[in-house]
């Protein structure tokens, strides 16, 4: 163990400085997200949902930092990357539309054009109606017509089409 310890002594330090930085990166981006959904009056679960987006990708930054520093063979890991890569890409590019309405919810976090309880109408022709924001999940929004039915509209739609908002909550 002293061997191992003596001859990577400078990879274990860079590791546990690596670690402390990915810690703390942690820690302020999670504090900051809730700060700015406590600010912004946006649903708790909203923020705990997009604490979890940017702590997953602060996990595989590191992951990627440590692979670098532990000088793992470039060669043989573009080879796995590379496998890797195309079984992703092929069950990846069958649920393109679940990313996009992820990346769109993170989004509507952090651009929060309208809030649950608002009553809005989205310019679309399929859906002429208005209603009022239910919830606003990782994948679609629930709104709820006048009549009481629960619609699911997709995030990344919501991004796309316009939304009018027809009364604020604070109202």
Do not use: C
């Not at 003596?6 to 690596?18: A, F, G, K």
């Not at 990915?22 to 679960?45: C, D, N, P």
């Not at 793992?72 to 990357?81: P, R, S, Y």
């Amino acid at each position: 163990m002293k061997e191992f310890i003596v001859n990577h002594h400078t990879e274990i330090l860079s590791s546990l400085i690596t670690f402390f930085i990915i810690l703390v990166l942690k820690f302020i981006s999670a504090k900051t997200i809730r700060k700015i959904g406590k600010i912004s009056e946006l649903h708790q679960a909203r923020t705990r949902l997009v604490v979890k987006y940017v702590s997953f990708g602060l996990t595989v930054l590191g992951t990627v930092v440590l692979i670098f520093i532990w000088g793992v063979n470039i060669k043989e890991l573009a080879l796995v990357f590379s496998s890797v890569f195309a079984i992703l890409g092929v069950a990846l590019f069958a649920t393109w539309s679940i990313l996009s309405n992820i990346t769109a919810g993170i989004i509507l976090f952090f651009y929060f054009p309208f809030k649950i309880g608002d009553r809005i109408r989205i310019q679309d022709k399929d859906f002429l109606e208005e209603a009022i924001i239910e919830d606003i999940k990782a994948f679609h929004v629930h709104l709820v017509t006048d009549e009481g039915e629960l619609i699911t509209y997709p995030n990344n739609l919501m991004l796309q089409k316009g939304v009018s908002v027809i009364r604020r909550t604070s109202d």
